[in-house]
C-alpha cells in the first residue's frame, strides 16, 4: 500500500502566485495563444510567455478544442488555464496586493516565470540578497518551495526526494514565518508534510506533522471562505477563481487521514479511512480537472473498506486523467486485481 503511495507523489506544476504591482503585460489573445503554439519557439519558451503575460480568456471546451486542433498537448493545456483571468485571480488573491519597487517587481516576475526548479532557486537567493527586507520575500520563497516540490518529483532517488521534500518544507516555514496567511504557502505545507512522513514509522513525530498539516489545511479553507471579489472581476470570475483553490486543502486532508490510517495496529483505522474518503471525494468533485492522484488514493481508500466497485471506479478515472504515466499503469493494475478478487467472491452458479 505504502509502496503504491509513493509511486504517486503528488506533483502540481502550480504557478506561484502573482503578487507584485509592476507595469501590466497585455494578455494575449486566442489567436496569438495558436500563433505561438504553431511557431517554432521551444515549448518551455511558449509557455514562459503565456504564464508572464497571462491571455485574455477563459478556457472554454471550444477554445480547448481549438487548441488542440493546433496539437497542443494536456501540459500546454494546463498552461493556458493557469493563465486565464480567474486562475490569475484565484493567485492574486490568494496572497494579497503588496507594494513593490520596480526593481523588486521585476525581479520577481522573473522568478515566478521561470520554469528551471534550478534557475528558479538561483533567482531566489538574488533576491535574497538583493532585497532582504523586501515585502515581496514571503511570495519568493513560496516560488522557492514550488521549485523544491518540482524537484522532489524528479528526483532519482528516495535519498534525494527526501532531501528535497525538506526544503520545500524549510521555504514554506520562512514564508509563513514573514506571512502566516500566506494562502499558497499554507496550502504547499498541508500537502508536502504528509508526503514528507510517508512510509515511516507510527512515530510521534510522525502523529505531530499530520496535526500541523491538518491545522494549515483547515486555515486553508477559512482564508478561501474570507477570499474577496477583486476590483474589476464578475461574480462568475471570482466563483471560479476560488473554486481553483478551493479543492487543494481537501486533498491534503484526504492524505492526512490516509496516513493516520496507517499508524494504526492492523488492519487500518476504518474512521480515518472514512473520513479520508469523504475528503478525497470531496477534491475530485470541487476540482474543474481532478488529479489522477486524488483518484487512485480514493481508490485505496476504498479497496481498504472493501468497497470493490466503488474502488474499481476511482482506479478506473485515474487511469483514465492519467493517461501516458505511470499512475495509467498502477491503476490499470488495481482494476485487474480487483476485479479478479471480484470474481472471487461471486458465488459460484448453480448446476
Not at 343 to 351: E, G, L, N, T
Request: glycine fraction near 4%; charged fraction near 25%.
Amino acid at each position: 500500500m505504502k509502496r503504491m503511495l509513493g509511486l504517486v507523489f503528488l506533483v502540481m506544476a502550480t504557478a506561484c502566485a502573482s503578487v507584485a504591482q509592476g507595469p501590466p503585460q497585455t494578455p494575449l489573445t486566442e489567436k496569438e495563444v495558436i500563433d505561438l503554439l504553431k511557431s517554432k519557439q521551444p515549448p518551455a519558451q511558449t509557455a514562459a510567455i503565456i504564464e508572464q503575460r497571462g491571455v485574455a480568456f477563459e478556457l472554454t471546451p471550444e477554445i480547448e478544442k481549438q487548441l488542440r486542433k493546433a496539437k497542443a498537448d494536456d501540459q500546454f493545456i494546463n498552461v493556458v488555464k493557469n493563465a486565464a483571468p480567474a486562475a490569475r485571480a484565484a493567485r492574486f488573491s490568494a496572497a494579497g496586493a503588496m507594494q513593490a519597487s520596480p526593481e523588486e517587481s521585476q525581479s520577481y516576475e522573473a522568478i515566478r516565470g521561470e520554469l528551471d526548479p534550478d534557475r528558479t532557486l538561483q533567482l531566489v537567493k538574488e533576491f535574497e540578497t538583493k532585497h532582504p527586507d523586501s515585502k515581496l520575500l514571503t511570495a519568493v520563497y513560496t516560488c522557492a518551495a514550488y521549485a523544491w516540490r518540482q524537484k522532489a518529483a524528479m528526483a532519482p532517488n528516495d535519498a534525494e526526494r527526501k532531501s528535497a521534500l525538506n526544503s520545500v518544507l524549510e521555504y514554506g516555514e520562512k514564508s509563513l514565518k514573514l506571512k502566516p496567511d500566506n494562502l499558497l504557502s499554507l496550502l504547499i505545507m498541508a500537502a508536502m508534510l504528509p508526503q514528507s512522513q510517508l512510509g515511516r514509522t507510527a512515530d510521534l513525530d510522525k502523529g505531530q506533522k499530520l496535526a500541523q498539516a491538518e491545522g494549515y489545511a483547515q486555515q486553508s479553507i477559512q482564508l478561501i471562505d474570507q477570499l474577496i471579489m477583486q476590483p474589476g472581476q464578475t461574480d462568475e470570475q471570482f466563483q471560479r477563481a476560488k473554486a481553483e483553490v478551493a479543492w487543494e486543502p481537501h486533498s491534503a486532508l484526504g492524505m492526512i487521514h490516509l496516513e493516520r490510517s496507517l499508524m494504526a495496529l492492523q488492519p487500518p483505522d476504518k474512521e480515518e479511512l472514512a473520513k479520508a474518503e469523504q475528503e478525497y471525494q470531496l477534491a475530485v468533485s470541487m476540482a474543474s480537472r481532478p488529479l489522477p492522484q486524488d483518484y487512485f488514493r480514493l481508490g485505496e481508500v476504498r479497496t481498504m473498506l472493501n468497497k470493490v466497485d466503488e474502488a474499481i471506479e476511482a482506479f478506473t478515472k485515474a487511469g483514465e486523467l492519467g493517461q501516458g504515466t505511470l499512475i495509467k499503469t498502477y491503476a490499470d493494475q488495481r482494476v485487474q486485481e480487483l476485479s479478479k478478487r471480484k470474481a472471487q467472491m461471486q458465488p459460484p452458479a448453480k448446476q
